[in-house]
C-alpha cells in the first residue's frame, strides 16, 4: 500500500480471539460445610488433663458427670497404650511428666480444634465442674478478647508482683484468639522456662510472650471456685461461696465426684422451682389485666392448657389403678398388677401428694395416707402425665386430735425439655412396593382388590407396584400341573396387564403348610434391593394414595417401621352370612 506508514499485509490472517474458557473464571473453591465456610465454630471444648492412676477412675466421673451438658470433651494422658473407658475421647501423649503433658495438649488443641471453638476449658480430673455454670460464664464473654481467666495465683519466688497464674487445680478458661497468640512461643517456652507445675509454666509462658496475666474476672463476670476441705461432706457444705461455685478442688476420689454431683444438682433444682415460683406469681398478677380475668387462668399457672379434643376419637382416655394393680394392660388383660416403673410412677405421685398437702395445710394439720380409694391417670401430649388421685388420710391437728376424712387431689407431671431428633429426609416420591400373601381363602377377594388398585394408584400413575404370593399347601402344590387352584387369580393377573399395558404384575409361587409372614417377607426381599419400601397387606385392604404417602414419610431406612392402624370391619363372610356384601370404604 501507498504512503510512508507501515501497512498490514491483506494475506495475513487476523489474529485469533481468545479462548472463551481464558475469559470464564474458575469455580471457586467450596468448603466441605457450610459451617466451615461462613466461618461458625463451637462454643466450647473442655480438655481434662488424667493420667495413668485416675483414668478409670475419677476421669470416668468426669466425664459422667460433665458430658451431659457440654458434647466435646477430649480426655488427655501420657499413657502410650491406654484402654480407652467407654464413651471418652482418648488422646495419648506418651509422656507422663506434667509439663510435657501440657504442651503437648497446647500443641493437640491449637492443630485440630483451634479453627473449631471460641473457648477452650482445661481443667484436671480431681477437679468437679458445674457445666450449667461454665456455659453461662462464656456466654457474657466476649470472643474477640484475649482471656486466660481462673483462679489467681502468686508465682512461687517471682520477681514481678502482680504477674499471676491460673490455679490448674480449679481449671482455667483460654480464649481462642490467646491461643493462637500463644502457639509460636511454645516451643521456646518448653526450652527456656522451668518449672514442675504445668499450670505454672503455662502462666510464665503467657506472661513472658504475652504479657497477660490470669484474671479471676472479666467484663463483669467472676470465676467463683471453692476449696475442699479434707473429709468434707457436700450435704453439709452451705453458704453462698459454695453453691455459685463453678469448680471444686480437691476431689479425692469417684464417689466424692457423684456426691458433689447430687449436690449441686439439688441446688440448682430448688433454684429453679423458686423460678417457676415467682414467674407463677408474675401471670397471676398479669391475668388481671386480661379481659377473661382470672377465668382464663390455667392450672398449674404457667403450664399449657388440657387438650381439647374435638370429636369422640380424639379424647384421651383414663387408666384406673390402685396402689397395686392397673386395670388397663398392654396384654388386653381387665386387671394386671403393677410391676416396674409403672408400680414406682405410683409410689412417687402417691409421696408427692403427701408432701403437698402437708407443706400447705402446716402447722395447722398434719396428714398420713391411710389408703388409696381410686387413682386415675391419663397422658396429655401438650402438657404431661396427669393424675387425680381419691385419698383416704388421717389429718391431725395441733392439738393432737385426729380425723379420718377423703380428698381428691390432682397432680400433674409436666413435660420436661423437649429435644429435636434428627432424623433422616424423606420424600413422597419412594416407590412403594405391595406385598400381598394370598390363600386359596381369600380368592374370592382379590378382584375387588385389583380393581381399588387400579383406580386408586395405576389411573393415578402413582409410584407403587405390586407383587403377589400365591401360598400353596403341599396338597394343592402337588397338583398344580393337573388343577391349578389359582388359576382364576393369574388369569385376572393377565386381564389387569392388557388393561394397563404398561404394568407388570409379578407373582411368585410359594409352598408351605403354615404361612408365615417372616419366611414370605424373607423370600421377597431377596428379590428386591435393599433400599426397598415394602407395604404387606392383605386382599382386605383397600390401598389409597394417602396411606401410600403415609408409607413413605412414616417408614425410614435404618431408622424406622411403619405400621398403620386401619380402619378394620368385621369378616364379611361371618358378617352377611350369604348376603351381598356392602361395598367397603374404608381404607
Known sequence: EGGGGVGRDRRTPPPLPLSLSLLIPSPPHRTRYVQTELGLRERLLVAVLSSKVTLNTLAVAVNRTVAPHIAHLLYFTGL??????????LVTH??????????????????HAGSGYDWFFLMRDDTYAQAPRLQALISHL????DVYLGRAEEFIGGDDQQARFCHGGFGYLLSRSLLLKLHPYLDSCRNDILSVRPDEWLG?????????????????QLYPTYELAKNADPEKEEGQGFGEAITVHPVTEASLMYRLHKRFSRIRLEKTYQEIEQLQVQIRNLTSLLPASEAGLTWPIGISAPFVPKSR???????????????????????????????????????????????????????????????????DPSRGMEYQLDLLLEATTQR??????????????????????????????????????????GLDFLGSFLDTFAMNSLDTHDNARLLLLFIYDPYDAQRVGQVDVFAGAKAMVAELEKRYTEVRIPWVSVKTEVPSQVKLMDVVSKKHPVDTLFFLVGVWTEVTGQ???????NAISNWQVFFPVHFQEFNPVLTYRGEQAASSSSS
Open 400 to 441: 393432737g386430735h385426729r380425723h379420718l376424712l377423703a380428698k381428691r387431689v390432682s397432680l400433674l407431671r409436666p413435660l420436661s425439655k423437649v429435644e429435636i431428633l434428627p432424623v433422616p429426609h424423606v420424600t413422597e416420591a419412594t416407590r412403594v412396593q405391595l406385598v400381598v400373601p394370598l390363600t386359596v381363602q
Open 142 to 145: 466476649s470472643i474477640n478478647q
Open 547 to 553: 396411606v401410600l404417602n403415609h408409607c413413605r414419610m
Open 80 to 89: 502410650r497404650s491406654a484402654q480407652t473407658p467407654h464413651g471418652m475421647t
Open 204 to 220: 510464665r509462658c503467657i506472661v513472658d510472650f504475652l504479657g497477660i496475666s490470669c484474671a479471676s474476672q472479666h467484663q463483669g
Open 313 to 379: 376419637l380424639e379424647v384421651i382416655g383414663w387408666e384406673y389403678f390402685t396402689e397395686q394393680h392397673s386395670f388397663s394392660c398392654p396384654s388386653g388383660a381387665p386387671k394386671c398388677k403393677l410391676v416396674g416403673a409403672g408400680k414406682a410412677d405410683v409410689s412417687d405421685i402417691l409421696q408427692a401428694a403427701l408432701e403437698q398437702l402437708n407443706r400447705r395445710h402446716q402447722p395447722q394439720l398434719r396428714f398420713q395416707r391411710r389408703q388409696l380409694l381410686n387413682g386415675y391417670r391419663r397422658f
Open 94 to 111: 506418651g509422656d507422663e511428666r506434667p509439663v510435657w503433658l501440657m504442651y503437648e495438649t497446647l500443641h493437640y488443641l491449637h492443630r
